[in-house]
T-cell receptor, first 112, second 110 residues
Framework: AQSVTQLGSHVSVSEGALVLLRCNYS??????LFWYVQYPNQGLQLLLK??????LVKGINGFEAEFKKSETSFHLTKPSAHMSDAAEYFC??????????FGTGTRLQVTL | EAGVTQSPTHLIKTRGQQVTLRCSPI?????VYWYQQALGLGLQFLLW???????NRGNFPPRFSGRQFPNYSSELNVNALELEDSALYLC?????????FGPGTRLTVL
């Protein structure tokens, strides 16, 4: 069975600092991987996705993620945090069953 | 292009009641997924419909059911509501391995 692990349920960074949200997946076959963002009382918005093309994936709002097969990781980064980035972030994977398996989420706090 | 829509936005029910949630996918998408986001339990896959058929089901009791209509819209039905069914229910439609989410329906069971 596929699983997704997000290290750190809560991450706090200063405005302008690097954002690093960690995600590891467990799968015998590299799945499709996604990062979603959820703002309070809203649904999920896709930030970026990996579908076995380029290993470095660029998304919206300045986010990017790198797929590392050797580490089974898909960490999300942003060079400079903005106050508007404060939200909950979910890493997810999908395999042959098409359903998304989500990590437990990381709440990003951005401080002045 | 209109996104995934869900209705109602909020719902309050009491234990033992039944509820129906509705979802309209993005035009041209034939797959609809339902997820439950309950406090402390994260996002859990509920159901997947494609071309009117149930294709996959998550680890939920049979009182969670649904259907997909010929226009690809979908309903999620929950019978005999329990307190722990209180959650945000998210619907997503799919194109090319990417799922697009609606705003969700917040269900509160008292």
């Amino acid at each position: 069975a596929q699983s997704v692990t997000q290290l750190g349920s809560h991450v706090s960074v200063s405005e302008g600092a690097l954002v690093l949200l960690r995600c590891n997946y467990s799968s015998s076959v590299p799945p499709y991987l996604f990062w979603y963002v959820q703002y309070p009382n809203q649904g999920l918005q896709l930030l970026l996705k990996y579908t076995s093309a380029a290993t470095l994936v660029k998304g919206i709002n300045g986010f990017e993620a790198e797929f590392k097969k050797s580490e089974t990781s898909f960490h999300l980064t942003k060079p400079s945090a903005h106050m508007s980035d404060a939200a909950e972030y979910f890493c997810a994977a999908t395999g042959t069953a098409s359903k998304l398996t989500f990590g437990t989420g990381t709440r990003l706090q951005v401080t002045l | 292009e209109a996104g995934v829509t869900q209705s109602p936005t909020h719902l309050i029910k009491t234990r033992g009641q039944q509820v129906t949630l509705r979802c309209s996918p993005i035009s041209g998408h034939t797959s609809v997924y339902w997820y439950q986001q309950a406090l402390g339990l994260g996002l859990q896959f509920l159901l997947w419909y494609d071309e009117g058929e149930e294709r996959n089901r998550g680890n939920f009791p049979p009182r969670f059911s649904g259907r997909q209509f010929p226009n690809y819209s979908s309903e999620l039905n929950v019978n005999a509501l329990e307190l722990e069914d209180s959650a945000l229910y998210l619907c997503a439609s799919s194109f090319s391995n990417e799922q697009f989410f609606g705003p969700g329906t917040r269900l509160t069971v008292l």
